[in-house]
Each structure stands twice: as structure tokens, then as C-alpha cells.
């Protein structure tokens, strides 16, 4: 197979391999969102080619600029300069009249748009779906909160972490009898901005053929539940309320990490087929035989002694040793990297799975790479995260507002806190 991957980018500049306009381009969306979802999911759309205008308060803007620490030079967090690439930042009082009026210009241009304020926050300001639409019936508006917009959670403060318990992901994350423990990723924060994608594009198709947009609720609660799939089938198939497990599978062993002679490193044999290999490969043909371990069910059950078996013929090598005979055997294996070692691996930099981006204080910044590839139209790296209203007066010159109407609206508190 030919390889098709982008090449690895080090500048703003569209990618060689581009043949064709980025697919969202001529797409504006407006991202009035803040901390990880929201900005997320705008980042994603732009990567793709969107105008993605950010509307943030004036005096501090998005808080994750100065809340996330691991500071830099500037004024924003290293986390900040990960969430907001190829997007502008125009700075907005939504609580004034002369900022609403400038807001609601731009939503006149806009195809989507995007918030995650507390249910009702919008509304109350007169920004909400209903009233926008009035004036853009073409209008994607998509709300993030952290229980969606109706329910009695509704009102709650929406947080990864809340979301993750009240779910019950937590409730299956860590080891049996540990106290509990979170994912250690934001899974309901990104999962929650993936389905955003997933129903903002979704929507933008419908609006092809019927010409009027829609809105969408978009909780973290809700996708957090439906990563649920193999922990509420035990419950719905069998009546156990599921358990943590730690790093294995409940639906297949062995299937975890196990330890060698230096550490740990992870391995599989979820079906039938690739446990008798295992067994022929460690030399160990009576574990085939012993009911304990004769089928998934029974080595589901019998799974702690299974490990233990294990683990005294992996104890005669190292970790790196196993990973190489397993892989080379054709059993899944891998090791434990940290993040470091995971991005400083030759296959991370192979996938382009970090870029540095040119900023005008930084220098040049770091950047998790684009998680999918496209082969003719590349996510392309053309801005770095804005500066807190660096794009303002831009905006509004597009917007036809000239330097005497701005003047006006910022005497009227349209731009200031």
C-alpha cells in the first residue's frame, strides 16, 4: 500500500498534498465556548477548513487562557494554545446592547454556531435559539452543557469530572476495591465535543435539502453514557451491576496488562483461536486443557488465577522482550509508553502526531497533531490560536461596521469587560 500520509508540518502553510479546497471551507462558525469541549470541537472544524470566528469576553476571555497553568511567555496556557488553532478571536460584551448588536451581525453570516454557557444563559441574554433564528433561519445552533438542556440535572455545573461519575463510568474505571478513580483523558469533555461534530455536520447535510438549520443538545452526561456499551450490556444481559477490572476486558481474557521481569506491557488473546496460539508460544500446551481457562466464559470466571499463571512464564523476560516475540508470534502486544515516549516514538512521528505551530510571543508552540487524515483534502495548520480580540477590528470591517461605527460601539461598552 502506497503511503498516503501528509507529510509532517512545521509552518502555516497549506500542505503540498492539498488537491482540492478544504471540505468546510465557506463554512463560518461562531465558537462561544470556553475550557475544552466546545473550543474542541470548533478547533475540529476549523482544522478542515472553517472560519472559526471565537467570541470571547472582554478583560480575560476564554478562562482556560489563564485557569489551565502550565503558562508560557504570553498571556495564555499551554493547554489554551492546544484547543484554539486556525480560529479568530473577536472580543465581545454580550451583556451590552452595542456587543449584542455586533454579535448579532455576525450571526446574520454565521451557519453555525456553538456555546456551552449554563442552560439558559443565552435565552436570557436574548441569544438563544429562538431568537437567533428569527434572523438566520438557516442558522446550526449547538448548546454544550454538562446534562443537556432539560432534566432535573439540567441546572447542575457541567464538569468531565461530575459527568464521568454521574454516568457510571467511574464506577468501572480503576481496579476491584480500589477507591474511585476517573479516566485518566476528559472522555465525557471530548466525547461530547466529537458528537457535537458528528451533529453539527449532520445538520449542515439536512440543511442542503431543507434550507433551515436546527438546533441541537449536546450534554457531556450523554456521551459519557454512550461509551457505556460493553458495561451496560453485562448489566442488561446478565443483572450484575458491572465492576471495575482494571486494565482487562469483561467480555474477554486474557486480555490486560500483565507483568514481565522488569515491568509491565500489555497483551490480548480475545478469541479462541489466538489463546491457543498464546499457549503454544509460551509453551505452556496444559493451560489448553485445564478447565479453568478451557473457553472465554471459564477463563472469564476463573480470570485472577488465570493472570497468575501467566505471569510466572512472563516473569522469565522483560517487557520489551515479550512485546517483540508476541508481535512476532501475531499476538497483539504493546508496551506501556508514558507521554513522552508516546510521542517521541517513531510511529507518532510518522503520524505527524505533533506539529509546532508560530506564534508571535511564543515562538514556535507545540501542538498535538490532526487525529485523522484525509488523503485530498488534509487538515490543514493556518493560524496559531488567537491572541485574546486580535482579529476584532477585522471582523468588523468585514462585517461593513468603519472605524467611526466602532468607534461609537466601543464608547457604548461593546468591546470593554
Same mark, same amino acid.
Given at each position: 500500500?502506497?503511503?498516503?500520509?501528509?507529510?509532517?508540518?512545521d509552518?502555516?502553510?497549506?500542505?503540498?498534498?492539498?488537491t482540492?479546497a478544504?471540505?468546510?471551507?465557506?463554512?463560518?462558525?461562531?465558537?462561544?465556548?470556553?475550557?475544552?469541549?466546545?473550543?474542541?470541537?470548533?478547533?475540529?472544524?476549523?482544522?478542515?477548513?472553517?472560519?472559526?470566528?471565537?467570541?470571547?469576553?472582554?478583560?480575560?476571555?476564554?478562562?482556560?487562557?489563564?485557569a489551565?497553568?502550565?503558562?508560557?511567555k504570553? $498571556?495564555?496556557?499551554?493547554?489554551?494554545?492546544?484547543?484554539?488553532?486556525?480560529?479568530?478571536?473577536?472580543?465581545?460584551?454580550?451583556?451590552?446592547?452595542?456587543?449584542?448588536?455586533?454579535?448579532?451581525?455576525?450571526?446574520?453570516?454565521?451557519?453555525?454556531?456553538?456555546?456551552?454557557?449554563?442552560?439558559?444563559?443565552?435565552?436570557?441574554?436574548?441569544?438563544?435559539?429562538?431568537?437567533?433564528r428569527?434572523?438566520?433561519?438557516?442558522?446550526?445552533?449547538?448548546s454544550?452543557?454538562?446534562?443537556?438542556?432539560?432534566? $432535573?440535572?439540567?441546572?447542575r455545573?457541567?464538569?468531565d469530572?461530575?459527568?464521568?461519575?454521574?454516568?457510571g463510568?467511574?464506577?468501572?474505571t480503576? &481496579?476491584?476495591?480500589?477507591?474511585?478513580v476517573?479516566?485518566?483523558?476528559?472522555v465525557?469533555?471530548?466525547?461530547?465535543?466529537?458528537f457535537t461534530?458528528?451533529?453539527v455536520?449532520?445538520?449542515?447535510?439536512?440543511?442542503?435539502?431543507?434550507?433551515?438549520?436546527?438546533?441541537?443538545?449536546a450534554a457531556?452526561?450523554?456521551?459519557?453514557?454512550?461509551?457505556?456499551?460493553?458495561?451496560?450490556s453485562?448489566?442488561?444481559?446478565?443483572?450484575?451491576?458491572?465492576q471495575?477490572?482494571?486494565?482487562?476486558?469483561?467480555?474477554?481474557?486474557?486480555?490486560?496488562?500483565?507483568?514481565a521481569?522488569?515491568?509491565?506491557?500489555?497483551?490480548?488473546?480475545?478469541?479462541?483461536?489466538?489463546?491457543?496460539?498464546?499457549?503454544?508460544?509460551?509453551?505452556r500446551?496444559?493451560?489448553?486443557?485445564d478447565?479453568?481457562?478451557?473457553?472465554?466464559?471459564?477463563?472469564?470466571?476463573?480470570?485472577?488465577?488465570?493472570?497468575?499463571?501467566?505471569?510466572?512464564?512472563?516473569?522469565?523476560k522483560?517487557?520489551?522482550?515479550?512485546?517483540?516475540?508476541?508481535?512476532?508470534?501475531?499476538?497483539?502486544?504493546?508496551?506501556?509508553?508514558?507521554?513522552?515516549?508516546?510521542?517521541e516514538?517513531?510511529?507518532?512521528? &510518522?503520524?505527524?502526531?505533533?506539529?509546532?505551530?508560530?506564534?508571535?510571543?511564543?515562538g514556535?508552540v507545540?501542538?498535538i497533531?490532526?487525529?485523522?487524515?484525509?488523503?485530498?483534502?488534509p487538515?490543514?495548520?493556518?493560524?496559531?490560536?488567537?491572541?485574546?480580540?486580535? &482579529?476584532?477590528?477585522?471582523?468588523?470591517?468585514?462585517?461593513?461596521?468603519?472605524?467611526?461605527a466602532?468607534?461609537?460601539?466601543?464608547?457604548?461598552?461593546?468591546?470593554?469587560?
Open positions: 500500500m502506497p503511503d498516503t500520509l501528509p507529510p509532517r508540518s509552518a502555516i502553510a497549506p500542505d503540498a498534498q492539498a482540492r478544504l471540505p468546510l471551507s465557506g463554512i463560518r462558525v461562531l465558537d462561544v465556548t470556553q475550557v475544552m469541549a466546545g473550543p474542541f470541537a470548533g478547533m475540529m472544524l476549523a482544522d478542515l477548513g472553517a472560519d472559526v470566528i471565537k467570541v470571547e469576553p472582554p478583560g480575560g476571555g476564554d478562562q482556560t487562557r489563564s489551565m497553568g502550565f503558562k508560557m504570553g $498571556p495564555d496556557s499551554m493547554g489554551f494554545l492546544n484547543l484554539n488553532r486556525n480560529k479568530r478571536s473577536i472580543a465581545i460584551n454580550l451583556k451590552s446592547e452595542a456587543g449584542k448588536a455586533v454579535f448579532l451581525k455576525l450571526v446574520e453570516t454565521a451557519d453555525v454556531l456553538i456555546e456551552n454557557y449554563r442552560p439558559g444563559v443565552m435565552k436570557r441574554l436574548g441569544l438563544g435559539y429562538e431568537d437567533l428569527t434572523i438566520n433561519p438557516r442558522l446550526i445552533y449547538a454544550i452543557s454538562g446534562f443537556g438542556q432539560s432534566g $432535573p440535572w439540567a441546572m455545573p457541567g464538569f469530572l461530575m459527568a464521568q461519575a454521574m454516568s463510568v467511574m464506577s468501572v480503576g &481496579h476491584p476495591g480500589s477507591p474511585p476517573k479516566a485518566g483523558v476528559p465525557a469533555d471530548i466525547g461530547c465535543a466529537l461534530l458528528y451533529a455536520l449532520s445538520a449542515y447535510i439536512g440543511r442542503q435539502k431543507s434550507g433551515e438549520g436546527q438546533y441541537i443538545d457531556l452526561f450523554d456521551a459519557a453514557m454512550a461509551f457505556s456499551i460493553w458495561d451496560i453485562e448489566y442488561w444481559g446478565t443483572g450484575r451491576i458491572p471495575p477490572v482494571g486494565t482487562s476486558n469483561r467480555m474477554s481474557a486474557p486480555y490486560q496488562a500483565v507483568k521481569s522488569d515491568g509491565y506491557f500489555v497483551m490480548g488473546a480475545p478469541s479462541q483461536k489466538l489463546w491457543l496460539k498464546l499457549c503454544e508460544m509460551l509453551e500446551p496444559e493451560l489448553t486443557t478447565p479453568r481457562f478451557v473457553d472465554i466464559p471459564a477463563r472469564l470466571a476463573n480470570r485472577e488465577v488465570l493472570i497468575e499463571e501467566l505471569e510466572k512464564t512472563f516473569a522469565t522483560t517487557a520489551e522482550e515479550w512485546v517483540e516475540t508476541m508481535l512476532a508470534a501475531g499476538l497483539p502486544a504493546g508496551r506501556m509508553n508514558t507521554y513522552p515516549e508516546a510521542f516514538s517513531e510511529h507518532a512521528q &510518522h503520524r505527524a502526531m505533533r506539529m509546532e505551530v508560530p506564534h508571535p510571543i511564543e514556535s507545540p501542538n497533531g490532526f487525529p485523522v487524515k484525509l488523503s485530498a483534502t487538515q490543514q495548520l493556518r493560524r496559531h490560536a488567537p491572541l485574546l480580540g486580535e &482579529h476584532t477590528e477585522d471582523l468588523l470591517a468585514e462585517l461593513g461596521i468603519d472605524a467611526k466602532a468607534e461609537t460601539l466601543r464608547q457604548n461598552g461593546a468591546f470593554a469587560a
